[in-house]
């Protein structure tokens, strides 16, 4: 038997802009709470395949979805191709509905089975949608209602090197993160939890240059030899949203390895953590510089590591 939700939230924001927040799934790590990773399986205009990590209650489940782009109609539909029990099957829809030129309705559907139709399975289920949808709505409220164009708030920049050694070795270095507070000058503390095959709930201190301590938590998917992606569940008081990943692969010039960071910046932080009269800018910047930092200070200990051990 099919089971529908329908969630729905009046936007003070243009529709364009909303559909085109829900529309690249690419931002989705970090802005939607529960969404940890995406990767891209297939793309074409009007139509995309995925596969998406996402936090459901306490869980990390991972499925592959479609999902059709319906730019003119202002509607995204989506299918799940593989579901996750208890779940049997998923779709739904986005519609974004123009009430006025800065006014949109935004409709959030989901039609879904459950393995056995086992009522106790129903409710889980319903009861998941109806915690992850309406902060997935308040989310694009959030980001598209700043005051900002949605490029400034959410960027995405990126650092890499050329090592000494084996990305398999660089891989391992960035995967042993429990050992980082003996191995890293700017982390202070970790606490690691395996939570699933090839899936890390960190908790971590780190250290910043004026000496002050941030705790930070995410959540990490590690796929040997060539990725790690994670999602901070508490990013710094700056950001809405942190995600990045490590890209780790063996060339003829030795083995190179990326950094990637996609950011939402809070507007209405900025003054509070930067000072009074601090603008969008300064926080990018200030924000580019301080996770570039950590990330090319973790690229040139893992270089270290794996110069060691060719």
């Given amino acids: 038997m099919p089971h529908r939700t329908e969630h729905t939230l009046t936007v003070a924001a243009p529709a364009r802009v909303l559909y085109d927040l829900a529309a690249d799934v690419t931002r989705w790590p970090a802005i939607f709470a529960p969404t940890v990773h995406v990767r891209h399986l297939d793309r074409s205009g009007s139509g995309e395949r995925f596969q998406l990590w996402a936090l459901v209650g306490d869980e990390v489940k991972t499925w592959t979805s479609r999902r059709g782009l319906d730019a003119a109609g202002l509607r995204i539909s989506f299918r799940q191709e593989r579901s996750q029990p208890p779940i049997a099957s998923m779709s739904g829809e986005w519609i974004f509905r123009e009430l006025a030129p800065d ?11 459950a393995v056995d139709d086992d009522p106790e399975q129903v409710r889980w289920i319903r009861a998941a949608l109806d915690g992850n949808s309406p902060v997935e709505l308040a989310a694009l409220a959030r980001i598209a209602t700043t005051g900002h164009p949605v490029e400034d708030v959410v960027f995405t920049f ?3 090197v050329t090592l000494d050694g084996a990305a398999a070795d660089a891989y391992d270095f960035v995967d ?3 050992l980082w507070p003996r191995r890293l000058p700017h982390v202070d503390r970790v606490v690691l939890r395996d939570i699933g095959p090839g899936l890390q709930d960190l908790e971590m201190d780190t250290v910043t240059e004026d000496g002050a301590t941030h705790t930070t938590r995410s959540v990490r998917v590690c796929t040997p030899p060539g990725r790690i992606v994670y999602k901070q569940r508490v990013p710094p008081r700056l950001l809405l949203g942190h995600s990045g990943r490590w890209l780790f692969a063996d060339t003829e010039q030795g083995a190179v390895v990326t950094a990637e960071h996609t950011v939402a910046i809070d507007p ?9 009269g601090a603008t969008l800018a300064d926080a990018r ?6 996770l570039g930092r950590n990330s090319r ?3 040139a ?3 270290s590591y794996a110069a060691a051990r060719r």
Avoid: K, M, N
């Fill in 268 to 276: 209405a932080r900025v003054g509070e953590v930067l000072g009074e």
């Fill in 176 to 178: 042993r993160c429990d």
């Fill in 285 to 290: 910047d200030f924000i580019r510089s301080a």
């Fill in 301 to 303: 200990h893992a270089g």
């Fill in 103 to 113: 006014r949109t309705e935004i409709t959030l559907v989901h039609e879904f089975t």
């Fill in 158 to 160: 990126t650092d890499r």
């Fill in 297 to 299: 200070t973790t690229l």
